[in-house]
């Protein structure tokens, strides 16, 4: 079945750091894959997707490039901020377009 | 884009008792999710409700436990029967920002605690 594995946290790191979430999936089809946040006290909100291969998602300065051939979706964010402290799915939707999830990765940004 | 309203934002249950969290979205919706996440987890699939017919329950979820309802393209409840700690969790509505995709809006979700 589908399935998504995301790089395990805690991740801390600086304001103005590099920030890299790892996820690769496994899916039968072409699947549509997702980074989906949470911020604190917050419900979780789609922040960037991307429907097929090579398309790069982008919002808030995150970017994740669907990679069909090495079946990841890392998201890339090169100067973090105290604001983007949060917990990060990753997600993917397959042909019956139910979502499945990552463990999620919390991230902290100290000033 | 949908706003999706849940109700309670929290509680804190005794052992053996039952709640329903309500779930109101602001347009007419064809198919509403009901997600646990359970503490430090990620988020289960519960059910899919459409409106009109019986939910359906996703592998380790039972009706009996998690009953449904969706009795408009509006709104859905779901129980969260004769508790015990492990259902302790956030239970999140959501639904699908189109029918052609796997893209969610989610509620703010309910957490509940049960002791």
């Known amino acids: 079945g589908d399935s998504v594995t995301q790089m395990e946290g805690p991740v801390t790191l600086s304001e103005e750091a590099f920030l890299t979430i790892n996820c690769t999936y496994t899916?039968?089809?072409?699947?549509?894959l997702f980074w989906y946040v949470q911020y604190p006290g917050e419900g979780l909100q789609l922040l960037l997707k991307?429907?097929?291969?090579?398309d790069k998602g982008s919002n808030k300065g995150f970017e994740a490039t669907y990679r069909k051939e090495t079946t990841s979706f890392h998201l890339e964010k090169g100067s973090v901020q105290v604001s983007d402290s949060a917990v990060y799915f990753c997600?993917?939707?397959?042909?019956?377009?139910?979502?499945?999830f990552g463990a999620g990765t919390t991230v902290t940004v100290r000033a | 884009s949908a706003v999706i309203s849940q109700k309670p934002s929290r509680d804190i249950c005794q052992r053996g008792t039952s709640l329903t969290i309500q779930c109101q979205v602001d347009?007419?919706?064809?198919?509403m999710f009901w997600y646990r996440q359970q503490p430090g987890q990620s988020l289960t699939l519960i059910a899919t409700a459409n409106q009109g017919s019986e939910a359906t329950y996703e592998s380790g979820f039972v009706i009996d436990k998690f009953p449904i309802s969706r009795p408009n393209l509006t709104f859905s409840t779901l129980t969260v029967s004769n508790m015990s700690p492990e259902d302790s969790s956030i239970y999140l509505c959501?639904?699908?920002?189109?029918?052609?995709?796997?893209?969610?809006?989610f509620g703010e979700g309910s957490r509940l605690t049960v002791l």
């Open positions: 347009s007419q919706v064809t198919m």
């Open positions: 899916a039968t089809g072409y699947p549509s």
């Open positions: 991307a429907t097929k291969a090579d």
């Open positions: 959501s639904t699908r920002a189109g029918l052609d995709t796997g893209e969610l809006f």
């Open positions: 997600a993917l939707s397959s042909n019956d377009y139910k979502l499945s």
